[in-house]
């Protein structure tokens, strides 16, 4: 789930470079019922969505299938970072995305 072309550019790209098969979705309405209908192994979406929240799919997606992993991207916020870790969820700055994804990811996916 991502609003931003340049995160969903970087996020698509190294999945798909890992040979993972990836659905973008670009808005919290459209995430909802593809994350009911398939879920991932993988869920990746940004902090913010407009107004809703990456956790709230996070909190979703833990709840629905217990086998899915989340990444939830956003700028540097400790509390933020906290909620996420209680939501099961990984967290990664937004300034440190293109290096940090990558050893995030791997270590989500094992």
Known sequence: MAPHAD??????????????ETRLVTDFVSAKPE?????????VTEIKLGAFNGLHLAI??????????TIVIGDADN???????EQHA??????QLATMFADTARA???
């Not at 994350?35 to 869920?43: Q, V």
């Not at 509390?79 to 870790?85: D, H, I, P, T, Y």
């Not at 990984?90 to 300034?95: A, E, G, I, L």
């Open 90 to 95: 990984s967290y990664v700055r937004q300034p």
């Open 79 to 85: 509390a933020l970072e906290r909620e996420a870790f």
């Open 60 to 69: 979703r997606a833990h709840s629905q299938c217990t086998r899915t992993s």
């Open 7 to 20: 995160v969903a550019e970087t996020v698509v790209g190294w999945l798909t470079s890992q040979g993972h």
């Open 108 to 110: 989500v996916l094992g």
């Open 35 to 43: 994350l009911d209908a398939h879920p991932p192994d993988l869920l």
